[in-house]
T-cell receptor
């Protein structure tokens, strides 16, 4: 158990809908990262937050957004969902802003039908 | 961001054999990390090696780092069926974001 908690574990939704994925980082970790893993794209970095502020952006679509709250939990919002958004979404956390080991949650499986 | 690329893409061995997988990267690093992912699960951190280290051990794992060649290798000795998983490297340092390649898929046959 990495200490990173993600909910929900699985969800199925229709195209055009919006979903929110939630992440609680390890106790004491200030950085949260979001990754998307799909068969064709591999493990893609989406976005990082550090202590409530956006720190770095990767291959995140404009339809997707995230935030980190004062209690350090984070949410990833996916809107106008398309079939191609079906993937495993991971949250990870680390103590510092960069250069540290990052610890992954078990992921949220999203299926868009 | 910096990205490691793992090689080979797939590796199939018998239980008891050693498994070696490699990682190459392009820019300077402060550290390099190896992770394991069981099918459909989260990535699990295995080992971190710093740029001033050449070799590191953890149980049956041995990691080497050659910064002049910008490469690292992960050796799993005496493999077990439970080692079946995908293995990823991620480079780190400075203001980097850990980015991952497609991994090496290891299958250990009992």
């Amino acid at each position: 158990d990495s200490g990173v908690t993600q909910t929900p574990k699985h969800l199925i939704t229709a195209t055009g809908q919006r979903v929110t994925l939630r992440c609680s980082p390890r106790s004491g970790d200030l950085s949260v990262y979001w990754y998307q893993q799909s068969l064709d794209q591999g493990l893609q970095f989406l976005i990082q937050y550090y202590n409530g502020e956006e720190r770095a952006k990767g291959n995140i679509l404009e339809r997707f957004s995230a935030q980190q709250f004062p209690d350090l939990h984070s949410e990833l919002n996916l809107s106008s969902l398309e079939l191609g958004d079906s993937a495993l979404y991971f949250c990870a956390s680390s103590v510092g802003v960069a250069g540290n080991t990052i610890y992954f949650g078990e992921g949220s499986w999203l299926t868009v039908v | 961001s910096q990205q490691g690329e793992e090689d080979p893409q797939a590796l199939s061995i018998q239980e008891g054999e050693n498994a070696t997988m490699n990682c190459s990267y392009k820019t300077s690093i402060n550290n390099l990390q190896w992770y394991r992912q069981n099918s459909g699960r989260g990535l699990v951190h295995l080992i971190l090696i710093r740029s001033n280290e050449r070799e590191k051990h953890s149980g049956r794992l041995r990691v080497t780092l050659d910064t002049s060649k910008k490469s690292s290798s992960l050796l799993i000795t005496a493999s077990r069926a439970a080692d079946t998983a995908s293995y990823f490297c991620a480079t780190g340092g400075g203001s980097y974001i850990p980015t991952f390649g497609r991994g090496t898929s290891l299958i250990v046959h009992p």
